[in-house]
Structure formats: C-alpha cells, structure tokens
C-alpha cells in the first residue's frame, strides 16, 4: 500500500505512536518546505476509515498548503477480494508495496451522494466497464463539476421502459432503484457531449431524490481559498481531532476487518444532516440521489453453489468455444486463475453480463441478493445464450457447406465447359446461343427487313461479354423476334355447313352475326385467299359478346387470344416499351402473335369503349393504327421496332355502347348490333344451353332433377327481365346446387321444379308488376327508354303544383327525376310545342300558360339523359291540360323539334322489346325509324300495332283518338273547369 501525502511532519511521531503509519516511511523534513507532497505508508485498517482525506484534507498543488492539512489518496498494487491488503505484522516493515509501481485510486466503500446517470438497454454489473455518452447539458456541466472536485462517482440506473430517451428522468418511478455504483475512469470531452469510461464497483440503492448539490464548501475550504485563517488556531483543532479518532480506533481492535463507518475531519460532522434532500416545490429533474450499498445475503461454499459456479464455468468455456466474438473479450479475464472459479459473486455477474438477454432479465439478476438463486438466473441466462450459440453455429455450418458445393459446383462445370471446349464435343455459350436462334427461323419465312435486324444483333451478341446487361437486353430482344410467327399461318375452315352447325352448336339466334361470319367465309373461298377483317359488337350486357367471338374462332379454325382495354390508360400496353427500360417487353398484340404461333389469329379486344386516357397517352389513338388495313400491313412496335403483318389478323371488338368510342376509332370497325333477348328467346337459350351446363357442372342428371317450362318463363318474367341471360344464368345454377344439396342429403332421389315451388329455391320475385301504372290516368305517358343494360319502359308524370292565382300571371313548371342538360331542354321543347298545339286547338284554354305544373320521371335515383322522350312529354303536358287520360296500353319515343316534327331515334329493336315486355299493345316510333322495324324478326313484332309519326300531330290523333271528334264538334270547357277537375285528380 502506499498513501502519497502532504503533510505536518510534526504530526509524524504522533502518527507513528499510535501505529497509524510505518516507522521505516518517516522522513526527517524541514517544516518550511511543505509545497512537496511526503510519501508515507497508512495502515489499512486506517486507511479505511478514512482518517485521511474528507473535504478539509484536500491536496492544492502549487499553493502554500497549512501545516495542519493533509491530503490523501489512497493506492494499490495489488488486487484483492476482500478489499484488505494482507499485514505483515511487523509495524516498521511496508510488506509487498513498492512506491515505484503502477497503482489505482481505491473506490471508498460509502458515497452517499451521487449523480444520476439512467441508461436504456442493459444493467451495469460491478467489476465491468461501459462506455457512456451523455449529451444532455446539466447533467454534462454536473459530471464535469463533481471530476473537478475530484469526485469521479456515478449511479448508473436501468430506465424501466426502453421508450424513454430522455437522459435526466423526472420521476423516481421511471428507473429501477437498484443500480450500481461506478468510477468514472476517462473523459472525452465532444463540444456537446461527453463521453465516459466507467467502472461499475457495487450495488447500490436508491433511498431518496437530492434536490441540491449536497456539497457545499465548508468553512475550511473557503478559508484555504482566501488564505485568511489563523494557522496555530487551525493546526491545534486538527491535531486535536486526529489524536481522538485514533485512540478510537486502537479501542476497536487493529485485528477486526469488518468495514467502519468513515469518520469525517469536518467540524460538521457530528451536527445533524441538512435538509438538502426534503422535497421542493415543484417537480425537478432527477440528477443526484441519496444512495445506501446494498449487500448480498451471507452464503456458505454449499455442494449446489459449486456445482452451480462449476457449470457456470462450463457454459462459458462452452460458448467461447462455439462463439469467437466472446474469445477475445474473455480471454484476460479467464486468465486471471482460479480466484474467478472461487468468486460465486463476480461468477454469477460474469454470466448474465456475457448473455444478450432482456434488460429485465439482467435487472433481476443485478436486484437479486441471493447469490444461490443470482446464481439460478445467471446459468439459465447463459444457458439461453448456449443454445442461441449452438443454432447460430449449425445456420452457419449449413451456409458455409452449402456455399462450398455451389463454388465447387462451379468450379467443376467451369473445369468441364473447358474440357469439352478443347475436345471438340461442345460450343462456346455465345455459339450455342446463336446457333439456337438461326435453328428457330429456319423454317420461316422472314422478310428482309428483319432478317436484317436479325443478323446485325447476332453479330453484335457474339462480342458482348456474357455477364454484361447490354448481353442480356440484346438476348431477350433476340429471343422475341426469333419467337415470332415469321410466315406462318393457321389453316382455315372454309366449309359453310361446318361453320353453320359450330355457330349454332354455342349460340341461340344472332343472326346477323352469324350472317356476317358466313359471308367472310364464302368470300375468302372465292378468292383463294383471307384476309383480316375488324368487327365490332355493340349491345347491353349479358348476351353474348364475348362468346360468340371465341365461337367463331372454333368455327373458322383461327387461334383464339383475348385482352382487355378497359380502363387502359397506358399507350405502352398496346405499342409496346422502349428497349432501353428495364423490364421493357412489347404490346399486347405482339404477345398474342408469339403465343398463337401464327399470323391469322382472331383477336378479341374487349370492353373497347371503356378504353381510358392518361398522362402516360391515349390508348385509343393508339388502336387506330393497329386497327386500319391500310395502316397495320407493317405495324412498328416499339420493342421489336421492325414492320410486323397484321392484315390477316381478324380483329373483333365488343362494347355496350357506340357512343363513347371515338369517331375516328368507330369509323375503321364494321359494327354489328346484338340487341337483347325478348321472353321467347330467353326460354330457348334457357331450355337448350343454360340448364344442360349447369346440369352437368353440378353432376346432375336427367333422373334427378326436371325444370319445367312455366318454372322457366316464371324465372324469366319475374325475376331475370334484363336484356341479356347472365342473370338468367345465374339463377338457374342456383336452382341445380339447391336441388344438388337435397339429393346428397337423401331428402328427395328426383325434384321437379315448377312455377309453385320455384321460390323455395331462388326466392321470392322481384318484379311483382308489369309496369307502374295498369290504367294511366291524365298527365300520365308511358316512354320508351333505352341503356347499355338494354330497353325499358319510362313513364312521364305531370301535375299541377298549385292553382293559378287571381291575378293574371304567367305559369310555371318544375323538372324532377335526376334528369340531363339534354332531357331538361326537351322538356322545354314539349312546353312550347304542347302549348302551340293546345292554343291551335282551344284558343280558350290558357292552362299551359298560367299553371303551375310539376313534371317527374320516377326513380329518381337513376340518371336520364336524351332526346328521345320529347313526344312522351308533350302528349302529358296535353293530357293534363285537358284532364283526360290518353289511350290505354300506348308507349311511344321520338325526339320532338320546336316546329312539332317527330325525329329518329336510336334502340328501336330494345325499346320495342321493353314494350312488348311489359304487355303493350301500341307503339308510336318515329316515321323515319320505320327500316329499323322492318329488320326486326318477326316474332318480335307479332302482335304489336305499330304507328309511325312525322309530326306531333299524327302523334294526337293516335293518342286522343277516342274524342277527337266530339272534342272538335264540342266547345272547350272553361278554365276554371279544367283548374277544378285537375285539383279533384291530383289534390
């Protein structure tokens, strides 16, 4: 041991006396000199208690120092496990400490005060080293106060929530109260952070929150610094004291080595505590707290705590063997011989500190005072840590010996590639590649233009290097071209009565499809040749667009590809990408022509008038090209970017309605209109295609299930009286997996469906009624309306709102329905028109002018729009007026001009359906839609008395044909009548 001090040397002999200091270690020094500090050798027993050093017995070097002060620290050479340096016992020997060696300041066993330093991811065991970094600017500016004051002590505490990043805690409860408390070793000083090596020693425990620097200078401190203190009066206290405290101690016993309560040289010493810990106003930060060592429980070297210390031993050399990172961090510290075996303290915190375990887990081995049961916990931590080590090394083990047989894998298919190379037996990759690609088009017949491409791509391949991306963009590029049908083209069945009984084996009807499928036919027989052409079907959903198409590639023995451009917003989509991008292919049209393998295939482009538009382009536009035969003989993609043949292609494409297609698109397709299906030919569709294919997607047959015919027109008429037969489709699979379920639950071995029993299996109806009004009374009209789902009935209602008031003013009219911009005018043109005809009629009759009516379309949820319904409101408009009901069971349509002409109008084979859904028996069609009905089939048009006007007055006369004469022979009824007998109707 060796105490380095300056001090009185008259204090020596009395040192000495009293055995406090070594005799051999006094030295005869004049008493001037005192600004060099004298080495002399303390006991340990008193060096403990700290007879020297305290605030008082602070060393200032280069300042004249009282005689009657003494500084001292404390150092060792050695380490020892009870903190008591051996005794020689003999007093005027020093034993083994030697002034010249290396030493460490010893750690005093009771600080009670010290800063705090909470930390977030793992606990600081005692005997380990941390590096800290602290950024937080008062508790930087404490640390560096408390190192100046020659006072490196830190409690480092665990934060109870990994969440808190906050460096300074505000409350007690945020941090565990159990820490450990540490040596600060080293500082670096960053601007605005510090960095700390720190030296954990012991537990410790949190007793109580310090809201002021619990160090004050004292009385002495701040006489030193000023130099105004009496020496004699100061020497004779001092010298007082030490006498006292040392005669204490010999009281005790120089043999005992229980740790003693440190006895401080302060005059304040003996006086009670000051208040600095009690509570304040207000909540402050936590950065000194009031802290008490905790000790570990008394144990005995038990056969279980070896056992437990032996494998504690084991699975530390055990992971060390499997995991080099822990070799070298312990390698000095297994080194250091058995006092570490023997040590179950440091053992058991040597093990949890090795681990990554949970903080909480580490946190309750650091709290834990039973050294069996911290033993307990630090084996099952390293235990933990084991069999992580173990899967860490067996995942390694599989990737370094699957590595190892890829690379010699490698090695061994490189070594072979050479072998056959130099034998002759096999060709380098770039010739194997080049040799696969002219195998490929030398059965084609490849223009000029391309076979141009070709070669120079080739040529430029075979000086690419092979792991370079220009090799791999030119390979793909290759491989497209090369894959393209180049002069190859599918057989053709050009036999009628082949394609007839195929169209007809899919589809019920289309006739003018069918029609027009022959007539291609006939004529590519003739001419020896086919070319391709561009259809488009227009029609409401649901009727068989998009199968009819793949019908006519089985019948014209063409390959069958099918895309979509609904909602297309890309142009690349149909011309293709740019080979300078990455992951560029080429378009729609080209991937049909490399997966069909032939260069007539039929194209079906489906939704086209729901084709989108983008910033990325307009797909539309885009579609001209390839659809022109004038244009698409020499298509340029822009992958490929060489002239692709696309005139024998047959181009066909579907849409619900013309009117959203761009004129320029719809100028280059032929169209083809597949209106809906009236009741009959739903029932045929049903009885020869629908209820054969659900029969047999359900595994049913004939014996188990019979849907009868008025079951059929039942679900036609009450439930599925849309345009086309999905629906339709729909419900009659729904019947078969009904009748399926009790079949296989052995309730019935056959089920017969009729019209009484059809709502056990689809539901009660959901059209109850024809149509909204059996009797129309006056101001009402039944219209005829048409949509992309198909034709339907529209009634137009008219009523007066209010009565006219007794002041002569000019009428009003209110629109109700969700109508267009189009209808509202319409509705406008019938007011004029209505009120022209109606004064032509009955000059007297003023109703139209002075009223103020209300017209309605009902549902009012459904958007209406268009032309068509002008004649429909000026015949309500005059019914009203005259308070008379117009012919039962009449719908009409036709667009109506201001001068009273009766205008054509588009759907009439869907209005006409919709009329004869509903049971009407008289239809009013414009006179120039009269070629549009002639084309209709007859059993469509059976049974309807059909009327076709030029002006609104052929419109009249059908409508009120009944009293047009008694009308005309009559005189007008007044207007007050007309007011009367309209508020008796309406209220």
Request: net charge neutral.
């Amino acid at each position: 041991m060796r105490l380095v001090t300056a001090v009185n040397v008259k204090l020596l002999p009395i040192l000495r006396q009293h055995n406090a200091i070594a005799r051999s270690f006094c030295k005869n020094r004049p008493s001037s000199d005192l600004r060099t500090p004298l080495p002399v050798c303390v006991r340990p027993q008193l060096a403990r208690t700290e007879y020297f050093g305290g605030r008082l017995l602070r060393n200032t070097r280069g300042r004249r120092i009282h005689p009657a002060v003494v500084s001292v620290r404390f150092f060792a050479t050695k380490r020892y496990s009870n903190r008591v340096p051996p005794s020689d016992g003999n007093g005027d020997q020093p034993g083994d400490y030697s002034a010249s060696l290396p030493a460490t300041v010893v750690v005093p066993e009771v600080w009670p005060n010290v800063p705090v330093i909470a930390i977030n991811r793992n606990p600081v065991f005692p005997r380990f080293i941390k590096l800290i970094e602290i950024s937080n600017p008062v508790l930087i500016d404490l640390i560096r106060r408390k190192i100046k004051l020659n006072q490196p002590y830190v409690g480092v505490f665990l934060k109870k929530t990994e969440e808190n990043e906050a460096e300074i805690v505000e409350n007690l409860d945020d941090i565990y109260s159990i820490g450990t408390f540490a040596q600060v070793h080293e500082v670096q000083d960053l601007g605005n952070r510090l960095r700390l090596v720190i030296m954990a020693h012991r537990r410790i425990k949190i007793v109580n929150q310090i809201f002021d620097d619990p160090n004050p200078k004292s009385e002495h401190n701040d006489t030193l610094n000023s130099g105004k203190i009496s020496r004699r009066s100061l020497r004779k206290k001092t010298e007082n004291r030490v006498l006292e405290k040392i005669e204490k101690v010999d009281e005790m016993g120089a043999q005992s080595t229980e740790v003693k309560p440190p006895i401080d040289f302060s005059e304040k010493s003996t006086e009670k505590p000051s208040n600095s810990s009690a509570p304040q106003s207000g909540s402050q930060p936590i950065l000194m707290v009031e802290v008490v060592n905790v000790t570990h429980e008394k144990f005995k070297q038990t056969e279980e705590i070896k056992a437990l210390t032996q494998e504690l031993i084991k699975t530390i050399r055990d992971i060390i063997s499997m995991n080099p990172l822990y070799r070298e961090a312990l390698q000095q510290m297994l080194h250091q011989g058995q006092k570490v075996v023997d040590n179950p303290v440091y053992l058991s915190d040597l093990g949890a500190a090795l681990t990554g375990a949970d903080a909480q887990e580490l946190q309750q081995v650091l709290e834990e005072m039973d050294i069996l049961k911290r033993l307990r916990l630090s084996l099952a931590l390293l235990k933990k840590e084991y069999e992580l080590s173990k899967l860490q090394q067996k995942i390694g083990r599989e990737v370094e010996e699957k590595v190892k047989q890829q690379h010699r894998k490698y090695i061994l298919h490189e070594q072979l590639k050479v072998i056959k190379k130099e034998l002759g037996l096999e060709k380098d990759d770039k010739d194997a590649i080049e040799e696969k690609y002219r195998e490929r088009i030398r059965q084609k017949t490849v223009p000029k233009p391309v076979m141009d491409v070709l070669e120079e791509e080739l040529n430029k391949l075979s000086f690419l290097e092979s792991h370079s991306s220009e090799f791999n963009v030119t390979r793909n590029y290759l491989d497209w071209l090369t894959s393209m049908p180049w002069g190859v083209t599918s057989t053709e069945n050009l036999n009628l009565q082949d394609a007839i009984k195929i169209l007809d084996e899919d589809h019920y009807g289309m006739e003018d499809i069918k029609k027009r499928i022959l007539e291609f036919i006939a004529v590519s027989q003739l001419k020896g040749s086919t070319q391709g052409k561009i259809l488009c079907f227009h029609g409401p959903p649901g009727v068989g667009k998009t199968s009819i198409a793949k019908s006519i590639s089985r019948a014209l023995n063409r390959e069958y590809f099918r895309f979509s451009v609904g909602g297309m917003t890309d142009v690349a989509e149909i011309k293709g990408h740019r080979r300078t991008y990455v992951g560029a292919m080429p378009g729609k049209v080209i991937q049909c022509l490399k997966k069909t393998k032939t260069e007539n295939p039929l194209i079906l482009i489906d939704e086209v008038d729901k084709i989108g538009k983008g910033h990325q382009g307009d797909p539309a536009s885009a579609l001209l090209e390839m659809l022109d035969p004038e244009q698409n003989v020499n298509f340029l993609d822009h992958y490929l970017d060489v002239p692709v043949d696309l005139s024998k292609v047959l181009f066909i494409c579907t849409a619900n309605v013309i009117d959203t297609i761009p004129e320029p698109l719809r100028d280059r397709m032929e169209m083809i209109d597949m209106s809906g299906y009236v009741a009959e030919e739903k029932l045929a569709i049903a009885k020869q295609y629908l209820v054969p294919q659900a029969r047999n997607e359900c595994g049913l047959s004939n014996d188990q299930i019979n849907i009868q015919d008025n079951a059929l027109t039942t679900l036609i008429k009450s439930y599925c009286r849309e345009s086309g037969v999905r629906n339709l489709q729909k419900h009659i699979e729904k019947v078969h997996r009904k009748v399926a379920f009790k079949v296989v639950k052995k309730e019935a071995d056959k089920v017969d469906v009729s019209a009484i029993n059809l709502h056990e299996f689809v539901g009660k109806p959901v059209f109850t009624h024809d149509r909204m009004y059996e009797v129309t009374p006056a101001g009402v009209v039944m219209g005829l309306a048409w949509t992309a789902m198909g034709g339907s009935t529209l009634f137009i209602e008219s009523a007066v709102r209010k009565p006219t008031g007794g002041k002569k003013a000019e009428g009003t009219f209110e629109v109700t329905g969700h109508l267009g911009d189009v209808m509202k005018e319409s509705i406008h043109i019938a007011m004029t028109v209505a009120r022209n005809h109606l004064k032509q009629e009955d000059p007297s009759n003023a109703f139209l002018y002075d009223s103020h009516l209300h017209i309605h379309v009902p549902e009012g949820a459904t958007p209406k729009d268009g032309p068509s319904a002008g004649v429909t409101i000026a015949t309500a408009l005059l019914s009203l007026a005259k308070n008379q009901a117009i012919r039962q069971n009449v719908a009409m349509t036709g667009e109506l001009s201001l001068m009273g002409k009766v205008l054509p109008v588009g759907g009439i084979k869907e209005k006409t359906i919709a009329a004869k859904r509903v049971d009407v028996k008289c239809i009013i069609l414009p006179e120039e839609n009269k070629k549009d009905f002639n084309d209709l089939p007859k059993y469509i048009t059976d049974g309807l008395e059909v009327h076709f006007a030029s002006t609104f007055d052929d419109v009249y006369r059908i409508c009120f044909a009944q009293t047009h004469e008694t009308n005309s022979l009559q005189s007008a009824k007044p207007i007050s009548t007309h007011i009367s007998a309209t508020e008796s109707i309406f209220g």
